[in-house]
């Protein structure tokens, strides 16, 4: 990148670190479980919902406890199953349609980052029937206060529950963006370990390394806050104590209670102080091929951070050092190294490969255009790079490179 892109690009991240204080952040109501959210729904006079979830979600019974409580507290309850991963305006449209035809009064997303985007933007197009959902791409396009919203993520990943953002694929074209604005951050949430006890191993990994890479691009960026380093750190240390066992049994309710208050504390990090490449590459990858978001950034997250090199040396060892990955006396060199070591043991532990099949390196020059126009100016990353500069991060991660 030339340096006048980069002066402009840090100047952008310079103006928006300054308003941050300023900016209408806030973090939901945590719920105490799913058997007291008809309390909830009933102090705010609300008789009708849409449930937005997932076909497998659903048909697995794991939203019948909720549905039950519902039912037993006279709340009607219509539902959306249908969200796929990676949701779509498509998606979104339908739900928005059984939402308006059930005469429902508020939402509640049921599921990991993709039921849980999918009933934010449903919340935004009925707050602006005006604006379609393609419009609302990028920053402050709702700027509306949306329906009531209670989010019961099923993945510890995303940290959609807490964050501005929601992540939209187009149907026809494939192209995949984010959508921010404050009005998106949902009023309520539910952390309850036991809807992600069935949580496949594989999932559990990839949702869970999501979390990791929001911490970490969270913490290495140029955007941090006092509270955003904290709550990234801390996020870090609970996700290399508890991922294992998260992934070892499905069942160890405090393994995955402390996943999802680490991804929960990693949403807190990265709505604030952004994400960065790892997360622009791996939208990119998603939109294209459709690759699982947590697997995309599984396998980028080390590839990235070793191409970032020394700049990222500092906060790669401060993370280190306080998820104790390695002695407290080695050089910041050494402590990043076993930093990125650690998260490449823990895609081998769960078989995460190190490159994508999918990935065709005719495709390279288009989706590194895409990566470089989702993440410059606004990801204050810690090295700055154009879409050239990109490919060749794509290149590092082609199967057979
Ligand atoms: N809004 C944000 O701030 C934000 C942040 C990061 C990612 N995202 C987006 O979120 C989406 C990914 O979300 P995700 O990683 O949570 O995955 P997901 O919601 O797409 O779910 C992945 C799979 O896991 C299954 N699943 C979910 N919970 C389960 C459970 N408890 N038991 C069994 N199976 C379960 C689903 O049925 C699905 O097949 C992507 O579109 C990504 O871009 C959003
Ligand atoms: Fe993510």
Known sequence: MNLIQKAYCRFYQGCMRLALPFLPYR?????????????????????????????????????A??????????????????????????????ARALYLASKSQALIAFGGGSPMDCAKVVGARIAR???????????????????????????????????????????????????NDFVLIPPYAVLAPEVTFGLPPLLTATTGMDALTHAVEAYIGRSTTPETRAAATEAVRLIFENLPFACADGQNRLARANMLRASYLAGTAFTKSYVGYVHAIAHSLGGKYGVAHGMANAIL????????????????????????LCEEDVSDEAAAAAFIAAVRRLNADW?????????????????????????????????????SQLEAVYRRVLKDA
């Open 351 to 387: 078989n995460i490969p190190a490159a994508f099949d999918v990935l065709k390196p005719a495709d390279i020059p288009a989706l590194a255009r895409t990566a470089a126009h989702e993440a410059n100016p606004l990801y204050p990353v810690p090295v700055l790079w154009d879409a």
């Open 301 to 324: 997250l080390p590839t990235v951070l070793e191409a970032y090199g020394s700049a990222v040396w500092g906060s790669l060892a401060a993370l280190a050092r306080a998820a104790g």
């Open 27 to 63: 973090e939901p109501t945590l719920i105490d479980g799913i058997a007291a959210v008809p309390k909830v729904l009933e102090k705010a006079g609300i008789q009708k919902v849409l449930l937005v979830t997932g076909p497998h979600i659903y048909a697995s019974g794991l939203t």
């Open 65 to 94: 406890p909720l549905e039950a409580a519902l039912a037993g507290a006279g709340i009607g309850c219509a539902v959306y199953n249908k969200t796929v991963s990676n949701p779509t305006d498509a998606d979104v449209e339908a």
């Open 129 to 179: 029937p005006d604006v379609p959902v393609a419009k609302m791409g990028g920053l402050l396009h709702i700027r509306k206060p949306l329906v009531p919203l209670i989010a019961v993520p099923t993945t510890a990943g995303t940290g959609s529950e807490t964050t501005v953002a929601a992540v939209i694929t187009d149907a026809k074209t494939h192209h995949k963006y984010a959508i």
